[in-house]
């Protein structure tokens, strides 16, 4: 018996050709992110290069009932990409256009495909960057999107959301929709732009964004602080913040994840023990009276003074390192696979929240490196599961310890990962009953017969 999968499947082929396919490896490579949730195979995967053949394949879907899930460059850590329900996952890491750049007006227009490293090469001379960096040189622009991303740079530039002025977003049916435009301001309407945003393909699938661009800085500069202990090196951060030097960057990594950093990028004249990596953006005169005030608090606070990465490639070496971080995790421990939670509190609970992830780490008896973007609130621990068959059930519990506190201190459970699968189950926790309700009615309107995504966001 014919299943309504095969029939769009075959409707499919008309407009993509064998760019819709049931290929094994593909559908294996499109059934999971990086992360630990159960793979899920696709009954297809489909390539799309347009908005009008995305608008196609979904119309196509939605008339036969088929699940269809977003598919960027598969970097996502709790599950978002894994097809729960099979279905068509749609690929758009072809659409890859830089479609306008202006540079009087400090914006551009691209498709979802497009990447960071992609865009700012772009961008390079025209004396332009887009800064949101979530560490990753795979994702998608379009999947930053989608997972409401952030990363390093957001402490001095803002998240995803704050650089997004527009979107094209292809609807549960069909239906193509533009959203915000050029203009820095509007007051007319609703803000669908922000609906979407974090909306992890649940709403609709975006096909192309309208970004807020930036002037490359006359000058950076990045060093290193070393710390005898982890609370001098948050009570540092919090100072920082609270004195409100524009810090571009402020990343910390406790001595743990020094230790695999060290080793698994090979850097040099560090030592392992609490860190933190700085970068600082502007005039020449600005760079230095920023980072002067910054050495100036963290000597206070017990630190051994900043270590300069005096030119581009030093610089690069150090944020390559702090990108990589996830992987110097895994080779710490060979065979283990990695949980990476992803909490943020308010700047003042800082040091309860990071400082007691610590003590329910040495409890647990597990392996878990702590890193994050400090200058927001935002920290990770990257827990490393055992291959033991307790390992996953204890890590699981770890991180919801960590949650847990998070949300006790006025916090979130995901600060920049998105909910997907993972963080479902402290959704109505964090936002009540009442408001749960209403981003279901919000699905329910553009999406009645809950073909995008399902099984993301929401337990049920």
Request: proline share 5%.
């Amino acid at each position: 018996m014919s299943r309504p999968v095969d029939s769009v499947i075959e409707a499919a082929r008309a407009f993509l050709g064998e760019r819709i396919t049931t290929n094994a490896a593909l559908r294996e490579h499109h059934s999971h992110g990086q992360d630990t949730q159960t793979p899920v195979l696709p009954d297809a995967v489909a390539f799309v290069e347009t908005t009008e053949e995305a608008s196609q394949l979904l119309r196509l879907c939605h008339e036969a009932h088929v699940p269809v899930v977003p598919f960027g460059g598969g970097t996502s850590l709790e599950g978002h990409v894994t097809p729960v329900r099979g279905g068509i996952t749609v690929d758009v890491s072809r659409m890859t256009a830089i479609m306008q750049v202006s540079q009087a007006d400090m914006d551009c227009r691209i498709e979802a495909g497009v990447t960071r490293e992609q865009l700012n090469t772009h961008l390079r001379d025209v004396g332009l960057f887009f800064p949101v960096d979530p560490g990753t040189s795979a994702c998608t622009i379009g999947g930053m999107c989608a997972t409401r991303a952030s990363g390093t740079n957001a402490v001095r530039y803002g998240t995803i959301r704050e650089n997004v002025m527009g979107l094209t977003v292809v609807l549960a049916d069909g239906r193509v929709i533009r959203t915000g435009g050029r203009v820095r301001k509007s007051s007319t309407g609703y803000d669908l732009t922000r609906l979407f945003i974090g909306s992890e393909g649940t709403l609709g699938l975006i096909t192309e964004v309208q970004l807020r661009l930036h002037g490359i800085p006359e000058a950076m500069s990045a060093a290193t602080c070393q710390f005898p202990t982890l609370r001098d090196a948050v009570e540092t951060v919090i100072a920082i913040l609270q004195v409100g030097i524009p810090v571009a960057r402020m990343e910390l990594l406790d001595e743990v994840q020094m230790a695999a950093c060290i080793a698994y990028s090979k850097l040099e004249g560090l030592t392992a023990t609490p860190t933190l990596f700085f970068e600082f953006h502007g005039t020449e005169a600005a760079v230095q009276e920023q980072a002067q005030l910054a050495e100036a608090i963290a000597v206070d606070n017990a630190a051994q003074g900043f270590r300069w990465a005096t030119d581009a490639a030093e610089r690069g070496k150090l944020w390559q390192a702090r990108h990589d971080a996830y992987w110097a995790c895994l080779a710490l421990k060979p065979g283990h696979k990695g949980i990476a939670t992803d909490a943020i509190v308010p700047i003042s609970r800082l040091d309860e929240a990071i400082l007691g992830a610590k003590q329910d780490i040495e409890a647990s008896g597990l392996t878990a490196p702590i890193v994050g973007h400090v200058g927001d609130g935002n920290f990770h621990t990257v827990i490393l599961v055992p291959p033991e068959p307790d390992g996953l059930a204890r890590a699981w519990e770890l991180d919801k310890k960590i949650v847990a506190r998070a949300l006790a201190l006025g916090g979130s459970c995901s600060g920049e990962h998105g909910v997907g699968i993972g963080k479902r189950e402290f959704l109505e926790q964090e936002h009540g009953p009442e408001a749960l309700a209403v981003m279901r009615s919000v699905k329910q309107a553009l999406d009645p017969r809950g073909v995008l995504n399902p099984g993301k966001i929401f337990l049920n």
